[in-house]
């Protein structure tokens, strides 16, 4: 097969794959978030909204430009050609946004988890929030573990924050140091970090795969006019012979 014809055909199999993987994906965390997370749901509700926007402006030219590719629609190749421009500075602006915004999504959500952690006793949903989030990033409080103290009875730590869990560990966690000593708060901030970078890492990807698509979109459609054998949606052929 001509290479830039399978270059754009893997390409945008891997954009439609994408795209599909991360609707899902947004669709999980906003069951997750009205589950486990309601305290921090709203802080998200934006980012998710952004993300799936991106996937349906990123799975709709892709399978655009497989049908054109298929039928050498030259016409259809061009305008989508354009719009892979528009997507490429689209996601530059998503990605310069979001590493500009992130120290703030980051401060939002610890500042959600402090207040859940004065009614972890009283609120059902601030309770599964704090479990889930010490069972899950292997913390315990939010600067401190003695913090629950206030909370609890002396000593007392949540279920969650054991290292080794069984139903009421919390309770003998300190005197036998079954306990995540690591807080919440520097977890979470490392998360957040690990995160930036793969995040960033993936970014740069996909900005490679756009601009080398845009030249081989490039190489293709000068061999689509040459050939004299695509389709021009309507448009007379330059290459056909007149009388």
Known sequence: ???????????????????????????????RLATNYHWIENIFNVPNSIMVAYALMTIIPAIAVLTGIYYECYCQLVALCCSTVFLLVFELLIGISGFALKSGYVSSVLKALSSAENSYTGDNSA????DSVQSNFGCCGFNNYTEWYRYLSHTNLPDSCCIRYTPGCGSTAFNTGNFYETT????ISQWATIAEVVMGLFFWFIIFLKITCLYWFHVYLERLMTSGTHDLGGLPDINSNRI
Request: a positive charge; proline letters at 3%.
């Open 1 to 31: 097969m001509y290479r830039p014809k399978l270059y754009l055909i893997l390409s945008h199999i891997f954009y439609a794959a994408t795209s599909v993987s991360l609707m899902i994906l947004c669709a999980v965390n906003e069951y």
């Open 127 to 130: 309770r599964a929030i704090w």
């Open 184 to 187: 919440c708060a520097v977890a």
